[in-house]
T-cell receptor, first 113, second 114 residues
Framework: AQSVTQPDIHITVSEGASLELRCNYS??????LFWYVQSPGQGLQLLLK??????LVQGIKGFEAEFKRSQSSFNLRKPSVHWSDAAEYFC???????????FGTGTLLAVQP | SAVISQKPSRDICQRGTSLTIQCQVD?????MFWYRQQPGQSLTLIAT?????????ESGFVIDKFPISRPNLTFSTLTVSNMSPEDSSIYLC???????????FGEGSWLTVV
């Protein structure tokens, strides 16, 4: 069965520091992978996605993620975090045929001044 | 990208009542889905809204509790029936085109049952 694991429930980083949010997935075929962000009181915004090709994908707001098949991982990174990045981040995997998403439990990011 | 509008954005409902949430998309889409996000939790798929036929429900969700309609390729409704406080959640509409490889979400409908 498909599943997504986000090992870190809560992460705190200082503004300007680098960030890496971890995501591991379990999926039989080539996965479609997504990162979404949810700011307090807001809906979900798509940060980036991976379907095929270059394993390093660029997203909005300066985020990137790297697909590593050997590690079943799709970690999200940002070189320098801004206070406005404080939010909850969700990793998700989809079946390409159905577009149905399975979400991880989310990682809540806090940014210290 | 698809623009998705959900109504209501927020509501406070009485226990035992039902509420219908609407999802309107600015373009025709193949796939429409409804998700639930309980307080402090991740998102869980409720069902796939099928145009012109009955919705396909995920394990743990039933039509009597969450009836869904999808009369055309741009519109769907989700009803939360006979609500209890446990139904207090964010309900999100999601759309994707077969082969489009991108899945978008509405802003969500934040329901509180008292």
């Amino acid at each position: 069965a498909q599943s997504v694991t986000q090992p870190d429930i809560h992460i705190t980083v200082s503004e300007g520091a680098s960030l890496e949010l971890r995501c591991n997935y379990s999926y039989g075929a080539t996965p479609y992978l997504f990162w979404y962000v949810q700011s307090p009181g807001q809906g979900l915004q798509l940060l980036l996605k991976y379907f095929s090709g270059d394993t390093l994908v660029q997203g909005i707001k300066g985020f990137e993620a790297e697909f590593k098949r050997s590690q079943s991982s799709f970690n999200l990174r940002k070189p320098s975090v801004h206070w406005s990045d404080a939010a909850e981040y969700f990793c998700a995997v989809a079946s390409g045929a159905t577009n149905k998403l399975i979400f991880g439990t989310g990682t809540l990011l806090a940014v210290q001044p | 990208s698809a623009v998705i509008s959900q109504k209501p954005s927020r509501d406070i409902c009485q226990r035992g009542t039902s509420l219908t949430i609407q999802c309107q998309v600015d373009s025709q889409v193949t796939m429409m889905f409804w998700y639930r996000q309980q307080p402090g939790q991740s998102l869980t798929l409720i069902a796939t809204a099928n145009q012109g036929s009955e919705a396909t429900y995920e394990s743990g969700f039933v039509i009597d509790k969450f009836p869904i309609s999808r009369p055309n390729l741009t519109f769907s409704t989700l009803t939360v029936s006979n609500m209890s406080p446990e139904d207090s959640s964010i309900y999100l509409c999601s759309v994707g085109g077969r082969g489009s490889n991108t899945i978008y979400f509405g802003e969500g409908s934040w329901l509180t049952v008292v």
